[in-house]
Nanobody, 115 residues
């Protein structure tokens, strides 16, 4: 069983930075894609960034140049968020794709950006 635990959320002023971490435990391997989604109040959950085996990444247009995703050998996935704006306010969820049609999620961490 795989568990994902996020940390690093909080309240920050516009223009500031936060670093989210997602620690994975259980049977997860470097071949399993991982990443981050977010969900703002009243909006659908949207993909923020993801990282694949081999280290390739992609991210949403809205965060390009500001957010960076990384992954270490222990399958901890970090999301470095710079130049935050109030539009980045959301609950951020870590996920891991464990197989075809099988995705597991963390509990989410709140990010609030004040103007």
């Amino acid at each position: 069983q795989v568990q994902l635990v996020e940390s690093g959320g909080g309240l920050v002023q516009a223009g500031g930075s936060l670093r989210l971490s997602c620690v994975a435990s259980g049977s997860i391997f470097s071949a399993n894609p991982m990443g981050w989604y977010r969900q703002a109040p009243g909006k659908q959950r949207e993909l923020v960034a993801r990282i694949f085996s081999g280290g390739s990444t992609n991210c949403a247009d809205s965060v390009k140049g500001r957010f960076t995703i990384s992954r270490d050998a222990k399958n901890t996935v970090d999301l470095q968020m710079n130049s935050l704006t109030p539009e980045d306010t959301a609950v951020y969820y870590c996920y891991a794709v464990l197989g075809p049609g099988f995705t597991t999620w963390g509990q989410g961490t709140q990010v609030t950006v004040s103007s």
